[in-house]
Nanobody, 119 residues
Framework: QVQLVESGGGLVQAGGSLRLSCAASGLTFSRYAMGWFRQAPGKEREFVAAIRWTGIYADSVKGRFTMSRDDAKNTVYLQMNSLKPDDTAVYYC???????????????WGQGTQVTVSS
């Protein structure tokens, strides 16, 4: 059974930083691309970042967010700097066979972690 468990969310002031983690189990982690998506209240879920050997990023987070992975720990991270109130959302981790920014390419999803950025 595949499980993706996110952690690290919380409340932070604008300009601050947070690091999200996603621990995976039940899959051969090194064979999967991993992605982060987010969903703000009243909005559709959107792509944030993904990584296989290199990362890809949404334009809205480029230069502020960095995604990384540790295959020895079956974990991916999302380092979020210079946070803005618009970054407030539930952040989801997901796993796919190939790196993609499209949600339908992802086979497995976590439950999400809340990130709230106050102004």
């Amino acid at each position: 059974q595949v499980q993706l468990v996110e952690s690290g969310g919380g409340l932070v002031q604008a300009g601050g930083s947070l690091r999200l983690s996603c621990a995976a189990s039940g899959l051969t982690f090194s064979r999967y691309a991993m992605g982060w998506f987010r969903q703000a209240p009243g909005k559709e879920r959107e792509f944030v970042a993904a990584i296989r050997w290199t990362g890809i990023y949404a334009d809205s987070v480029k230069g502020r967010f960095t995604m990384s992975r540790d295959d020895a720990k079956n974990t991916v991270y999302l380092q979020m700097n210079s946070l803005k109130p618009d970054d407030t959302a539930v952040y989801y981790c997901a796993a796919a066979r190939l790196i993609a920014s499209v949600q339908k390419e992802y086979d497995y999803w976590g439950q999400g972690t809340q990130v709230t950025v106050s102004s």
